[in-house]
């Protein structure tokens, strides 16, 4: 099987990197890929957003499966038109790609199918901003009711600042979503769901500020590990039945089937799991962490997604331990990160360094490109030992001005999160 990978993040090196380990998978593409992923697979340089020039790219090089990573060409329907070109694809259509393109939709799904999430408004006029403001509180959510990698997302108990945060919003005139902030520890929860059909992958937890102790603005992620030793073992089960499934279903009464990797980000509440967001693809950083410890073959799994026999997959198999990954980001990440810095270290080639933001420079260094660099994955017999493998590695790369979290999965292995 010809694979072909859009994207090009530290998730879709993982991706990549999984692909190329499964025996079915005789060829893996990438486009347009990153200067990490050109050591490992062909890069095409292909506008990931444009469905014109992937399905020119999958069919030129015959490839009997396209893997989307990214949000932005889901929502754009890049998917569908690799479907209508006849191969297979693995990611959601446009129209089921709105659970994570608009969080308005994904409320009235969620609303539909029963699940528990955070109560909701949308504000699109900053005439009625502020008595909507005085509706919520004292921790007030603000989010942008579109794409915004993350970094669209204010939470804050300081009135001004959410109040800020939403005039821009509105001024780059998009609706502002004001949600009730769910307490407990997060989880991202990824399933493979083809239709009614759904297969949970390992439990992860992201860190999205990009200060140590949960501090400074959100980000695109900084940091995971899996599996969470604090979540009840049940805890995936009752995910799974009573909040994915649900949705899986909702989605199909509507027409919008959904075919790819559908992400749950879940509190974990006194009151059982709450629906933070949804997102119509693999999460970055947890997919790092994750497919590290995958043993069944990705391609195949994907492959029975996009072709409608999920079914019919053997039980993933998953190796024993943890895995820990941990972002470099450039400097002045989030607000404003610097690129083209040369990257350099030992640890920079070392196994388990994925590449996002990289790129080659004239003379052929690998310098920054992006505001999330790399990512540092660590394997070990427990999450003591996976931290300590990814923190080793990373301290051997030299990024000037690059910055990282210390405490990635430190809460997890001190036994402070509790539920
Ligand atoms: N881990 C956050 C995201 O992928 O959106």
Request: aromatic share 4%.
């Amino acid at each position: 099987m010809r694979v072909l990978v859009i994207g090009s993040g530290a998730r879709e090196h993982a991706l990549v990197l999984a692909l190329s380990r499964d025996p079915g998978v005789t060829a893996v593409l990438a486009a347009p890929g990153n200067a990490g992923i050109a050591q490992i697979a062909e890069q095409f340089p292909v506008d990931a957003a444009s469905a014109e020039q992937v399905v020119a790219l999958a069919k030129e090089q015959n490839v009997d499966l396209v893997v989307i990573g990214p949000e932005v060409p889901l929502v754009l329907g890049v998917a569908d038109a690799v479907r209508a070109a006849g191969i297979a694809c693995f990611g959601p259509s446009a129209a089921a790609a709105r659970i994570e393109g608009s969080k308005a939709f994904a409320k009235d799904v969620m609303n539909t199918a029963g699940v528990r999430t955070a109560h909701s408004e949308v504000v699109d006029s900053p005439g009625v901003l502020d008595e909507a403001l005085d509706r919520f509180g004292p921790t007030w959510v603000v989010k942008d009711d579109g794409l915004a990698a993350g970094k669209g997302v204010v939470v804050t108990a300081d009135r001004a600042v959410a109040r800020d945060h939403a005039a821009e919003i509105l001024e780059n005139g998009h609706p502002v979503l004001l949600e009730s902030f769910l307490d407990g520890p997060e989880v991202s929860l990824f399933c493979l769901v083809d239709g009614e059909t759904v297969v949970p992958l390992l439990p992860a937890q992201d860190h999205k500020r990009v200060g140590d102790g949960d501090t400074g603005p959100n980000t695109g992620g900084m940091g995971a590990y899996t599996p969470l030793p604090w979540l009840p073992a049940e805890t995936v089960d009752v995910i799974v039945e009573e909040v994915v499934r649900p949705v899986a279903a909702e989605l199909v009464n509507r027409g919008c089937g959904f075919s790819g990797l559908l992400y749950a980000g879940l509190a974990i509440g006194k009151d059982g799991p709450a629906v933070v967001e949804f997102n119509c693809r693999f999460g970055d950083p947890e997919t790092q962490a994750v497919l590290a410890l995958l043993e069944s073959p990705l391609g195949e799994a994907l492959a029975a997604t996009a072709n409608g026999t999920l079914a019919e997959l053997p039980p993933l198999r998953w190796r024993d331990g943890a895995a820990v990954t941990v972002v470099l980001a450039a400097e002045y990440y989030p607000a404003s990160p610097r690129t083209g810095d040369v990257i350099t270290g030992a640890g920079a080639d070392a196994e388990g360094v994925l590449h996002a933001g990289t790129k080659r420079n004239e003379s052929g260094a690998i310098v920054s490109a992006g505001g999330r660099v790399l990512s540092v994955v660590g394997v070990g017999a427990d999450l003591s030992a996976a931290r300590d493998q990814a923190y080793a590695t990373l301290a051997g790369i030299k990024l000037p001005g690059g910055h990282f979290r210390t405490d990635i999965g430190l809460a997890a292995v001190e036994g402070r999160i509790t539920v």
